[in-house]
C-alpha cells in the first residue's frame, strides 16, 4: 500500500481500490478502479507476472552492483600493481608474455582465495567419486570371478552328467508299448475315480524288482501288470498295488477278489 509519492500501476489504497493509471476524467487526474473491474481490465494473473517483472529487475540490478564491484577490484588491483612500479623503479622491465603470465598468475591466486571452500567442496565430490568407481571395479571383477567360476561348475556337472544311451528298435518299440499300457491303467483309475501314483519309469523298476516268477502260481516267463485290487473296485494306480503275473492268471483274475482269486488257483493247482 502506498500512500506518498506518485503511485504505480496496481497499487492498492487504503479504502480496497486499485489504481489503474492517469484519467483526467477524475480527481487529480488519478483512476482508481475496484479489484474486479482492474482485473476485468489487466488480467486475473496480472499480480503474477508483476511479481515475475519485479523479480527480474531486482536480479538485473544485484548482477549491475557485482559487476561494479568486480570492475572496483580490478581497478584498485590496477592502482596498487601502478603504486608498486612507482615505488621500485628499478626494477626490470617486462615483455609483453612476462606481462601478461604475471597477470594469469595474479588472477589465479585471486580466484582460488575467493573460492577456496568451492575447490575443497569439488575436491572432496572428486575423490568420493573416485572411491565409488573403484568399488564398482572391484565388484564387477568379483562378479566375474564368481560368473566364470559357476561356468567351470556348470562345465563339469555336464562332463559328470551320465551320457544318453541309443536304444535299439525294438527296446524303442517296447518302452512305447509299456508307455501305452501304462496311459491305459491311468485312463482307467481316472474314470474310477481311483488314486494315480505311478508314471511309466516307476512302473519299470517295480518290473525290473518283481523278478521273472509269477505272483499267483509262482511259474516262470513272461510277466504282464496287474493291480492286486482291481481299479474297478478303487484300487489304487501305485507301487504298493503292483503285483506282476503271467499273462493266463491275468486274464482269469480280472476284477475278482484277490484272496478268492489265489484260493481257487491254489486248488486248481493241486
Excluded at 508483476?50 to 590496477?78: F, G, P, T, Y
Aim: hydrophobic residues 30%; aromatic residues 8%; charged residues 40%.
Amino acid at each position: 500500500m502506498q500512500k506518498i509519492g506518485v503511485p504505480k500501476i496496481g497499487d492498492i489504497r487504503e479504502d480496497g481500490r486499485v489504481y489503474n493509471g492517469k484519467n483526467s476524467c477524475f480527481k487529480n487526474g488519478e483512476y482508481w478502479a475496484t479489484m474486479e473491474a482492474f482485473l476485468k481490465n489487466r488480467g486475473d494473473s496480472w499480480y503474477e507476472k508483476r511479481a515475475v517483472m519485479d523479480a527480474n529487475v531486482k536480479a538485473r540490478l544485484l548482477e549491475k552492483e557485482a559487476s561494479a564491484k568486480r570492475a572496483q577490484e580490478a581497478r584498485a588491483i590496477r592502482k596498487e600493481r601502478k603504486e608498486f612500479d612507482l615505488l621500485n623503479p628499478k626494477r626490470k622491465k617486462l615483455t609483453i608474455e612476462e606481462r601478461s603470465q604475471r597477470n594469469k598468475d595474479i588472477q589465479r591466486r585471486y580466484y582460488l582465495k575467493k573460492n577456496e571452500g568451492k575447490i575443497k567442496t569439488r575436491k572432496e565430490t572428486r575423490r568420493a567419486k573416485a572411491i565409488r568407481d573403484e568399488a564398482k571395479r572391484i565388484e564387477r571383477s568379483n562378479s566375474s570371478v564368481e560368473r566364470s567360476k559357476k561356468k567351470e561348475e556348470a562345465e563339469l556337472a555336464k562332463s559328470l552328467r551320465p551320457k544318453r544311451v541309443l536304444l535299439t528298435a525294438e527296446q524303442r518299440k517296447e518302452n512305447e508299448r509299456q508307455g501305452k499300457r501304462n496311459y491305459k491303467h491311468v485312463r482307467r483309475a481316472r474314470i474310477n475315480n481311483c488314486e494315480v501314483k505311478a508314471t511309466p519309469k516307476i512302473v519299470e523298476e517295480a518290473r525290473k524288482n518283481a523278478g521273472d516268477c509269477c505272483y499267483y502260481c509262482g511259474k516262470k516267463g513272461k510277466l504282464t501288470l496287474d493291480h492286486f485290487d482291481p481299479l474297478s473296485k478303487g484300487g489304487a494306480h501305485c507301487v504298493s498295488n503292483f503285483v506282476f503275473a503271467c499273462f493266463s492268471c491275468n486274464s482269469r483274475k480280472r476284477d475278482l477278489d484277490p484272496f478268492e482269486f489265489m484260493e481257487s488257483n491254489l486248488a486248481i493247482s493241486f
